[in-house]
């Protein structure tokens, strides 16, 4: 039996994980703008399916996942101008996002290829493991860090980049501003609503980066592949505590609890839609204990 801390077993969760860090990431930034971006798991959809696409169309994979994510973005800065336009509610807002991204691929995929099952294309080159000689120096965990997929490089990279936007700059003390108090931060001339569509687009942006990861993590777009991981990215936001090395964390014990749940199904102990539904599970309970320990922490004098 492999064991739980094989170098194969960690590079199997920090896959899994990949997509979860770089959906949570985007839920963080829109939750620090003052809203959180309900519209998470309608955009990692629309990014799985378009950078499929997209990548059939041009022949690059690379290509194909930069563009689906760049409209995404633009996408993700639109519907916060119309919710801020319209008054409409953001929460409303973005759960018609996430049903009309389904109805959306599954209408083009039929349009286009006269089926919404799975879509495979051979000519589609998928990027492998990436050696860096580097990495592959350092004492033990050389031969985990090297070698892995171009998403998980991807991921902590956009965690490292978003820790330094954050906690760094002045754009990051601005968004923080923008959502503790929009009529505080506009006494100051913080332009609230501009923070709050930039934040908009880098999760819609990210959104379909994870979205991506997933398809090409299989080597062809299925429906139904996000499988709710969005709503998980909104979860690891509050058990990272709204930090982004917590939220970090958070999205590898996400990742860590559905491996498990994956592995356990060839013992057969438990029915396979308990097992799938542990990521879910772990999320509303940790949500949970998440919420009480800041309650907890605001109730201290």
């Known amino acids: 039996m492999t064991s739980l801390f094989s170098a194969e077993m960690i590079r199997g969760l920090l896959s899994s994980a990949a997509p979860l860090m770089m959906g949570s990431l985007g839920a963080l930034f829109t939750e620090l703008s003052g809203t959180l971006g309900i519209f998470i798991e309608g955009f990692m959809t629309l990014g799985s399916f378009f950078s499929w696409i997209f990548a059939g169309w041009t022949g690059s994979a690379a290509v194909g996942i930069i563009l689906a994510a760049v409209l995404a ?31 959306i691929t599954d209408s083009l995929s039929i349009i286009w290829f006269g089926t919404k099952g799975v879509l495979r294309n051979p000519n589609i080159l998928i990027p492998g493991p990436v050696t860096i000689s580097l990495l592959e120096r350092i004492p033990v965990a050389g031969g ?87 709503w998980i990215c909104l979860a690891a936001v509050f058990l990272g505590f709204r930090q982004v090395w917590g939220v970090a964390i958070a999205a590898l014990l996400f990742a860590l609890a559905e491996r498990i749940g994956l592995g356990a199904q060839f013992f057969g102990a438990l029915p396979a839609t308990v097992l799938l539904g542990l990521p879910s599970a772990l999320a509303l309970v940790l949500y949970t204990f998440s919420h009480f320990i800041g309650k907890i922490k605001t109730e201290q004098p």
Do not use: C, M
């Open 73 to 103: 973005g633009l996408a993700g800065a639109g519907l916060s101008r119309f919710v801020h336009a319209t008054g409409a509610d953001p929460f409303i807002a973005g759960l018609a996002l996430n049903l009309a991204a389904v109805g």
């Open 144 to 230: 985990i860090l090297s070698g892995e997929r171009p998403s998980v490089y991807t991921a902590w990279g956009l965690t490292l980049l978003a820790a330094l936007i954050i906690g760094r700059t002045r754009i990051g003390l601005r968004l923080r501003a923008s959502g503790l108090s929009a009529k505080a931060a506009a006494e100051r001339g913080i332009r609230s609503q501009r923070y709050r569509e930039g934040a908009w687009a880098a999760a819609a942006f990210l959104a379909a980066l994870a979205g991506a990861a997933l398809t090409f993590r299989v080597g062809a777009y299925a429906p139904g592949g996000v499988a709710g991981r969005g």
